[in-house]
DNA sequence: GGGTTAACCTTTTTT
DNA sequence: AGGTTAACCC
């Protein structure tokens, strides 16, 4: 077999991680050195050269994109689909496998997936049941509570008894949360990952027959693997122990929601004879900011140790402006950007990093005013919004009558003459019986219990429920919704109200119809589309924004930058307190997560690096006086310069602007009237950099002021 | 049943 | 500040 195509694409250390013998693998790969593309090489090696089946092969990524992408490589290698091929995210997959063996697992056959959102609910409907005051019970920390027990594989029979009160009565409301989940049928992220990982654990069979499906196992981003996830592919790896594990200790960045980096560490353990290779040839930055973001890291304790290097030129130093304010900073950097696309560059090749997405919202004005174009990465999804979740819920109680969460979202939406007082003789009967609240519905209109007025609504809702199952059913997938749509009133209901937001709302919900035909389409499984597609919606939530073909400056939050790369990065609000986040700074092992996500932001960057902050900031209203983040400080300072606007120019450069520098700068000084060929004349207002890389900002007569590379800009000074 | 007001909360995010 | 949600009134 002629394996010259694989080969070519790789150095010498991927190479020998792609073409490793079976058997336990950890690749500790630094950012940026190809590790994706170890992992798709790995698998198609497996398929070519190995002639593994691609139905042996099981790969888990975190993300969907992640998961998208990889196939996508795959198939682009081989040159063919590998359709058959178990790969996804550890939720989808385990998803997956809860479908086939409901039964086994002790589930529903039609149990639906809880969202974050829908969690919360149904803690806050768990609280009310045990009369307990949301104000002393925060449901935000009774959902962590709980899904903290989960991520750490604990059912509560699992947790021993505490002393404390207070504890003892957190752990009451899992427990109830538990029986209502099981009541409607409903299952959350963490318990798809949890009764996966009990489904192998506990039933020899099943565990059997996908150990032996399952030859090679491969792993993404293992760093961010929690206990349970880690656990299940212990559990799979079997005897053969042919897993693959892909990660990096320095991009951790999820332990504040279970993320284990230590797995890195015990996997040398649980897998005696374990091969550890390092990637540490970075592909992406120059060297100035590799060294910088090395730099960093290297204030953080107990690491596993690796050390980037590029065999790229050093580049250009990295830029640190301090801002008045928020909005100063912003300023500076649209400005900045505006001169990178002047320079015949992409906006797209631009992002703008930040810790709170909170903070996109400055930057989000001053690009608008800037008439700029960009796009904001998080913030609400398309299945999130509430319309979209008001459809879902319709087609969620089509499938599974016993999802009351669903029922209590639309029974009245749009309103139908079915109220509080109603509502609730459904619930108390509903919580005497312990039922669903559809059941509840039912025996309540038959024992004639409530007002003819109320049970008249009522009936019609359950009439309009079962019609719209049994006369959609075996129609195409987007028929099914657009009959539900319109029949359910919903679509009528937003259309006669106005504002612009009822109008977005139309269109989404007339978009929702759009995404049930594309899921037709590429639907694998033989199953009913409608429950796939709800799934679907529930594990992928989709992107804030439609894909745009606009060419945008990319507006993101650090987390969701990983795993993504930029020639011009912004990173912004470099401040203590805000970054590193002030719910860090107690913890150490918090303040090197912190660093780790600096690192990350850092290492995103190819060619040029901002760091910014502002000495004033505006946060929940209030405004307050910052220092520079100590993160900052640990870049050393002779990669790094210091960018001032206006005319206070770091007193360095000033007087090597005047001196003529290295004679690059051309004897040019601040204030200079200069000409330029195509912007006529202007004024200089400031000059930064050294060598090659001196810019100029000129306030032109015409146009405004501009930024210029010196080097290539031919000015006159006149 | 719909609209208005008062209270609340606020790290990061994927699933 | 800003946005959401719960409580409250017509």
């Given amino acids: 077999m002629d394996v010259s195509h694989i080969f070519e694409q790789l150095n010498e250390a991927q190479r020998s991680a792609v073409a490793s013998e079976p058997g336990p693998l950890l690749v500790l790969a630094g950012a940026g050195s190809g590790k994706t593309r170890v992992l798709t090489y790995r698998v198609a090696w497996l398929v070519q050269v190995r002639n593994v089946s691609p139905l042996s092969i099981l790969a888990v990524t975190f993300t969907n994109k992640a998961a998208q992408e990889m196939r996508g490589r795959i198939e682009g290698i081989l040159g063919y689909p590998v359709g058959g091929m178990w790969m996804g995210t550890f939720h989808g997959i385990a998803h997956r496998l809860l479908r086939a063996h409901w039964r086994e697992a002790g589930l529903a056959q039609g149990f639906q997936i809880l969202d974050s959102d829908d969690q919360l609910r149904l803690v806050r409907r768990s609280l009310k049941q045990l009369n307990l005051d949301e104000g002393f019970w925060p449901p935000k920390s009774v959902q962590w509570f709980i899904n903290a027990h989960k991520e750490e594989g604990r059912r509560p029979e699992g947790i021993p008894e505490s002393q404390d009160a207070q504890q003892r009565e957190l752990l009451r409301i899992y427990k109830t949360y538990e029986e209502l989940c099981q009541r409607f049928a409903l299952v959350d992220f963490a318990e798809l990952l949890l009764r996966a990982f009990e489904l192998v654990k506990h039933n020899e069979l099943l565990r059997d027959r996908y150990q032996q499906r399952f030859r090679h196992l491969l792993v993404d981003e293992f760093q961010d693997t929690n206990a349970i996830q880690y656990e299940w592919l212990r559990l799979l790896a079997g005897q053969q122990r042919n897993i693959f594990v892909v990660g990096d200790d320095d991009q951790s960045i999820y332990a504040w929601r279970g993320a284990r980096v230590e797995n890195i560490l015990q996997f040398e353990k649980d897998f005696p004879g374990t091969t550890v290779l390092r990637l540490e040839q970075n592909y992406r930055s120059s060297g100035t900011i590799l060294e910088a973001a090395n730099a960093v890291i290297d204030h953080n304790r107990g690491r596993l140790g690796k050390r980037l290097w590029t065999a790229d030129e050093a580049g250009e130093p990295l830029r640190r402006y301090a801002a008045y ?106 919580r005497i019986n312990q039922t669903a609240l559809w059941e509840s519905a039912l025996a309540q209109i038959h024992s004639h219990q409530l007002t003819k007025r109320s049970a008249l609504a009522l009936g019609k809702f359950i009439d309009l429920i079962n019609a719209l199952a049994t006369d959609t059913q075996g129609l195409p997938l987007a028929d099914r919704v657009d009959v539900v749509l319109q029949r359910s009133g919903l679509l009528q209901h937003y259309r006669k109200e106005k504002g612009e937001k009822a109008e977005a709302r139309v269109e989404n919900l007339e978009e929702l119809i759009n995404a049930g035909r594309n899921f037709d389409h590429d639907i694998d499984d033989d199953g009913d589309a409608l429950a796939s597609f709800l799934a679907h919606a529930a594990l992928e939530a989709g992107d804030a924004q439609a894909e745009e073909w606009e060419d945008c400056v990319q507006l993101m939050s650090l987390h969701s930058a990983k795993g993504l790369e930029f020639p011009l990065v912004f990173l912004t609000g470099m401040e203590e307190g805000l970054f590193p986040h002030q719910r860090s700074l107690q913890e150490p092992g918090r303040l090197e997560e912190e660093r780790r996500l600096c690192y990350v932001g850092m290492t995103r960057a190819m060619r040029q690096l901002y760091v910014t902050h502002a000495e004033v900031r505006r946060l929940h209203g209030r405004e307050s006086y910052t220092s520079p983040s100590r993160f900052l400080g640990e870049i050393p300072k002779q990669l790094v310069d210091e960018v001032r606007s206006g005319f206070t120019l770091r007193p360095a450069v000033e007087a090597e602007a005047a001196a003529g520098g290295s004679g690059d700068a051309d004897g040019m000084r601040l204030g200079d009237r200069v000409h330029h060929r195509k912007f006529g004349d202007g004024v200089v207002l400031s000059i930064e950099g050294r060598g090659q890389y001196t810019r100029v900002q000129v306030n032109f007569e015409t146009g405004g002021s501009k930024w210029l590379v010196l080097a290539y800009a031919n000015l006159d000074v006149l």
């Avoid at 009351?404 to 939406?413: A, C, L, T, W, Y």
Wanted: proline content about 3%.
């Fill in 325 to 430: 304010n928020d909005i100063d900073e912003a300023r500076f950097v649209v400005d900045r950007i505006q001169s990178w696309v002047d320079a015949g560059n992409l906006r797209s090749e631009a992002a703008v990093l930040y810790r709170s997405n909170a903070q996109s919202r400055v930057f989000e004005e001053v690009l608008l005013n800037a008439g700029m174009p960009y796009r904001v990465y998080g913030g609400l999804r398309f299945f999130e919004r509430a319309e979209i979740k008001d459809a879902l819920a319709y087609l969620r109680l089509i499938t599974s009558r016993q999802d009351d969460p669903s029922f209590e979202r639309i029974v009245n939406m749009p309103t139908r003459g079915i109220g509080n007082k109603t509502l609730d003789q459904v619930r108390e009967h509903a």
